[in-house]
């Protein structure tokens, strides 16, 4: 049955993820469901022999964030993962300020970065080094992007994390 599809944060394929998916019993005297283990073909899509259902998926790729994702196995609605790839990204929030507002940076980064601001406008306009970032150790500062659609609402890394005025 197909379970769903793994894409990166573009929405392109990703081949030979490697998913343990874990079906979740509602009733806990049944037992537990023996976990899954398959890779995503190279479309990515995800094709396994599980109950329909809640489930938990466990997603694995070289040059991407690990990560575990909860949702319902539906034969006739696939569903989409999203991996995040190991390279820097990152935002300003709001998308835009005027002088004297509060910006906040959303970074993901799997190794120590440094931060400057920079000023668009008819010409890019260096403003300053914010600072280098480095929260000790390996993946400390890594993100995930949400499952599924999320242009209308985002995906609120860091939120509440670093302001700069």
Known sequence: MLVGYVSDEYYAALADVLVELRPQSAD???????????RSAP???IYADVPAG?????LSHPGCGAKRSKFVVDAA???QFRLLSDRLLGYAWPKWCRAGDDVEFRV????PYKLGLWRYG???QFVRNVGWYDNHGPRAVMQTVPDGFFVETGVRWDAGGGRIH
């Open 77 to 79: 609605r696939p569903f």
């Open 54 to 58: 809640p489930c938990e998926a466990i």
């Open 122 to 124: 008819y010409e890019k």
């Open 108 to 111: 993901h980064a799997v190794e």
């Open 28 to 38: 806990r005297a049944a037992g537990e469901t023996a976990p899954v283990v398959v």
């Open 43 to 45: 479309s990515g899509a």
